[in-house]
């Protein structure tokens, strides 16, 4: 059973940064996606960045391109979210989520329809 578990959420300042972590276990994820969305109260949870487990590919939303780095560390199992020059916007609960289908189907999903597994979330907040 692949377990993932968020850290490093918190409070910061307009133009602040922080740095999301997703430890995973259970499985080895040489085949999956792995990424991060965020969900904003009355909101739906949107896409905010993927990694391809395999080759380090990123992807990144168009909101958080140039602000925001994904990163995994193979040696770890862990996937990480740099995120600088935050803006109250950015402001959620953000959730790691992996997809174990990405390599059979050649994927790199944006849908959170698409991710099988889930963490429990890590509320960040972002004052002006």
């Known amino acids: 059973q692949v377990q993932l578990a968020e850290s490093g959420g918190g409070l910061v300042q307009a133009g602040g940064s922080l740095r999301l972590s997703c430890a995973a276990s259970?499985?080895?994820?040489?085949?999956?996606?792995m990424a991060w969305f965020r969900q904003a109260p009355g909101k739906e949870r949107e896409f905010v960045a993927a990694?391809?487990?395999?080759?380090?590919?990123?992807y990144y939303a168009d909101s958080v391109k140039g602000r925001f780095t994904i990163s995994r560390d193979n040696a770890k199992n862990t996937v990480y979210l740099q995120m600088n020059s935050l803006k109250p916007e950015d402001t959620a609960v953000y959730y790691c989520?992996?997809?174990?289908?990405?390599?059979?189907?050649?994927?790199?999903?944006?849908?959170?329809?698409?991710?099988?597994?889930w963490g429990q979330g890590t509320q960040v907040t972002v004052s002006s």
């Open positions: 259970g499985r080895t994820f040489s085949s999956y996606a």
């Open positions: 989520a992996a997809d174990p289908r990405s390599r059979v189907y050649s994927r790199i999903s944006y849908s959170f329809y698409d991710y099988e597994y």
């Open positions: 990694v391809r487990w395999s080759d380090g590919n990123t």
